[in-house]
Structure formats: C-alpha cells, structure tokens
C-alpha cells in the first residue's frame, strides 16, 4: 500500500511540474493560431478568443475601466461573428458556438445594467448582434433557408 502512494505522489508531481511549466497562450498567440487554422478548427478557437475577450470586458466592468470595457466588447462580437462563419462554413461545432454565443449574449445583457447609461446602447447594439449570429447558427443547424 505504501509503494503505491509514492507512486501516485510521484505522478501527481510530475503532472503539477509540467502544468506549471505550460503557459497560457497570449491572445495574441491564439489569434495567430486561429486565422491560420484549418477552417474545422477555427469555431471553436474564435469561440475561445470570444470568451477570453469577454472576461476582459466583465473585468473592465466590474473596474468601471470604460475606455477599455469599449473596445473589449467590439472585440467579442468580432470574434463571436467570425465562430458563427467559421462554424456555418465548415459545419463543424455549430451546436457548441451556439451555446456559447448564448451564454455571452445573457452575460452582456446582465452587464449592460450596470454600465455607463452612454454604454448600455453599445451593449444592446452587441446582444442584438449575438442574437443574429445564433440565429443564423439555429438556420445552420435545422437546414432552414432564408425565405
């Protein structure tokens, strides 16, 4: 019993040093990484930029950092345009961009009453942009046409 708890503790130490020794990738880096993915990969890696951008405009918000809450929101309806393409055009992942493209919609609209009354047209403006992105998604996924 006891050789097998120095082997699990060694395993589990091992597995902490090489984590500890990954770093997260910079958005710049993912960027880069998604504009020259395959177009099956793309969704998901525009997904995660999304997302990332997201986390910085809800920091931005909860700072009230408002010249960087701006561009932090253009930015995730960018990139959550650019997951709705991708998805659409290779068919890969277009359930998965969906949800997360609802998820961001509901958090910006949580957001958008806590923002600079001058903001929340800009917020309404970007959750009316993710609606229309999960539309088409919901199009894409049901085969329905644009009669």
Do not use: C
């Not at 130490?13 to 177009?39: C, F, H, M, Y």
């Not at 960018?78 to 997951?83: H, P």
């Amino acid at each position: 019993m006891v050789k097998h708890v120095g082997t699990v503790a060694l395993v589990v130490l091992v597995l902490t040093a090489l984590s500890l020794g990954n770093k997260e990738e910079t958005l710049e880096q993912l960027i880069a990484r998604a504009d020259a993915a395959k177009p099956e990969k793309q969704p998901e890696l525009y997904i995660e930029i999304a997302e990332r951008q997201m986390k910085a405009l809800t920091e931005a918000s909860k700072g009230e950092r408002w010249e960087e809450f701006r561009p932090e929101l253009q930015q995730v309806v960018k990139y959550s345009e650019r997951a709705q393409a991708s998805a659409i055009q290779s068919k890969k992942k277009i359930k998965r961009t969906e949800i997360k493209i609802r998820q961001m919609s509901q958090r910006l609209r949580d957001i958008k009453l806590d923002v600079d009354p001058d903001d929340q047209p800009s917020v309404q403006s970007a959750v009316d942009k993710l609606e229309h992105f999960r539309a088409e998604l919901f199009k894409a996924m049901f085969g329905l046409s644009n009669d």
